[in-house]
């Protein structure tokens, strides 16, 4: 089995409650150090945020409707995904630059995640939309080639 460094998570009390790294003490299970890191948030919904998708539609149903037919939704002060993406595959890339030779495990949200992704692999947004978003406890494998830079190895695995 390969020994996976301590990795950055997201600095929510909700993350920490998931995550496989959230032990007693901001301890892994196998008692190395997870850090947390405010880039691995996922996207704050402003105005939207903490209301369910049902009163989000009764509230805002022109900007709900934009937002499920994945279009940029403005003025209820969401983040935007380019902002999101960029954020947190900075995050990413500096956790795989804590130790360039092994496997760093970083535990973040779904949607920013697969956003992230987008940045790293250099796809563009039509691209990115075909993808669906990280689930629940599934994780992201990525390698990092000197040569061609990050490859995906698989996604939304179990």
Known sequence: MERVPAGPGADRRRAGRGGPGAGPGGRAPAGLEVRLDPRLRERSFGQWQGLRNSEIAERFPEGYARWQAGQAVDGFDIEPVDEVAKRTAAALQDAADLAPD?????????????????????????????????????????????????????????
Do not use: I, M
Request: charged share 20%; glycine share 12%; aromatic share 10%.
């Open 102 to 158: 092994s496997t760093v495990a970083v535990f973040g949200h779904g949607a920013s995640t697969k956003y992230a992704l987008g940045v790293l692999l250099g796809w563009p947004a039509p691209v990115l939309r075909t993808v669906r978003v990280l689930g629940n406890c599934r994780w992201v494998e990525l390698h990092r080639d000197a040569v061609r830079g990050w490859q995906l190895d698989g996604y939304n695995l179990r």
